[in-house]
């Protein structure tokens, strides 16, 4: 009869153990996991960049620009869009495509005399020592508000590039010219937009 306790005793054990295993693994109940930090902070940031307005203010790594223009560009159905930034000390574009997924990326103009090799629609660029490589190129219509520098609505060529570690080099013209920028992608959440104080909605 003891042995017949003992046995009773010891499968008692082992189901309240195999229990409180099971809920020590068990998922916290609640919207959040462990990565949900970084996932809502650029769910929030993606907003905020497919509403940026006009006067409006980005701050990057501790810089502040204001928006001062706004470029839409489509073509044949494919749009994105640039913002013009600035302030005392320089000027910036952020693009923003929002097609199979969300994409941003800040832009600085350069010289055309800084390109060491290659012009605007060749295969390969080399710029500063990096080489670039022609990711695609076309045609787009667009239409401005703000200051842009541009025309208020016409017609844009450009031609993208990327290297080998992401660094990115865009070619647009605008009229007879082409100008040159270099860009790097970003994650939305780098970026903390500061909505202005006409906004209107």
């Known amino acids: 009869m003891g042995w017949l306790i003992g046995i009773v005793v010891l499968a008692a054990v082992a189901a309240l153990v195999v229990w409180f295993v099971r809920r020590r693994s068990k998922p916290a109940d609640g ?41 839409d560009f489509n073509e044949d159905g494919y749009v994105w869009t640039e913002h013009l930034l600035d302030d005392a000390e320089e000027k910036r574009w952020v693009s923003v495509e929002d097609d199979e997924g969300f994409e941003v990326s800040l832009w600085h103009s350069i010289p055309l005399g800084d390109i060491d090799q290659g012009t605007a629609g060749d295969r390969d660029v080399i710029v500063a020592g990096t080489a670039y490589r022609l990711q695609e190129r076309g045609t787009a219509r667009f239409s401005a508000l703000g200051s842009t520098g541009t025309a208020p609505s016409g017609q844009i060529d450009y031609a993208d590039y990327r290297s080998n570690d992401g660094k990115l080099l865009g070619f647009e013209k605008f009229g007879s010219s082409w100008e040159a920028s270099v860009g ?8 903390t937009v500061f909505p202005g104080s006409d906004r209107t909605e």
Not at 48 to 60: C, F, K, M
């Open 31 to 71: 919207p959040f996991q462990p990565d949900d930090v970084v996932g809502t902070a650029d769910l929030v940031s993606t907003d905020a960049l497919r509403t940026l307005q006009n006067g409006d203010v980005i701050e990057y790594l501790g810089h502040k620009w204001f928006v001062r223009g706004r470029l």
């Open 184 to 191: 790097e992608m970003l994650q939305p959440f780098e970026l």
